[in-house]
């Protein structure tokens, strides 16, 4: 099936510091959300959209719903050890009922 | 709130049984629940969607005969993989949703780790 383009695929970066992601689809979404999976759990919903230019923070994470509705953005702030994960987003397509779409993930790994 | 378990965590069965995994929303009303399966180092894989009393909808390419789902209440649904073989060893998650005014948030249970032997 269809899935979401998402990069980078990993990142290894430095405690401290920022990182940021994106979501990309050639189809319109009407929702996005993003999601973390730590290894042998399940995915855990960080944040949603619901509006085209939609701004939403969590924490240290922020979300964007892109002004086209065909991608999205995840940053994250201040980076800690904790970040580590895979890191999903997920849309919800017009026309494509309450069923979702995942992306590709990208794998963040923080180096002390 | 929002809070999905999944029973069990881990099983190991032999090729040809049957085996039965169990997705309950402990503090919502689940209206619809998702079944998904996921290999290693990969995104999730839609394989049904099901609404409470009715017949679950599969996606395309997963066999309904094999993967029996059943949604009995608002609280329970159970995936049942029947006649096992090796290659059904997989991550199975759950997600549920019932919010009104979040109707496309999905909340996943912790996974059921299946291997067929």
């Known amino acids: 099936g269809q899935q979401l383009n998402q990069s980078p695929q990993s990142m290894f970066i430095q405690e401290g510091e920022d990182v940021s992601m994106n979501c990309t689809s050639s189809?319109?979404?009407?929702?996005w959300l993003w999601y973390k999976q730590d290894p042998g759990e399940g995915p855990v919903l960080l944040i949603a959209l619901y509006k085209a230019g939609e701004l939403t923070s969590n924490g240290r994470l922020t979300a964007q719903f892109g002004i086209t509705r065909k991608d999205s953005f995840l940053n994250i702030s201040a980076s800690i050890p904790s970040d580590v994960g895979i890191y999903f987003c997920?849309?919800?397509?017009?026309?494509?009922?309450?069923?979702?779409?995942f992306g590709t993930g990208t794998q963040l790994k923080v180096e002390l | 709130g929002a809070v999905v378990s999944q029973h069990p965590s881990r099983v190991i069965c032999k090729s040809g049984t049957s085996v039965k995994i169990e997705c309950r929303s402990l503090?919502?009303?689940?209206?619809?629940m998702f079944w998904y399966r996921q290999f290693p180092k990969k995104s999730l894989m839609l394989m049904a969607t099901s609404n409470e009393g009715s017949k679950a909808t599969y996606e395309q390419g997963v066999e309904k005969d094999k993967f029996l789902i059943n949604h009995a209440s608002l609280t329970l649904s159970t995936l049942t993989v029947t006649s096992a073989h090796p290659e059904d060893s997989s991550f199975y998650i759950c997600s549920a949703s019932g919010f009104e005014e979040r109707p496309y948030e999905q909340y996943f249970g912790p996974g059921t780790r299946l291997t067929v032997t």
């Open positions: 189809s319109i979404f009407n929702t």
């Open positions: 503090d919502f009303q689940a209206t619809t």
């Open positions: 997920a849309g919800q397509r017009a026309g494509g009922g309450n069923k979702l779409t």
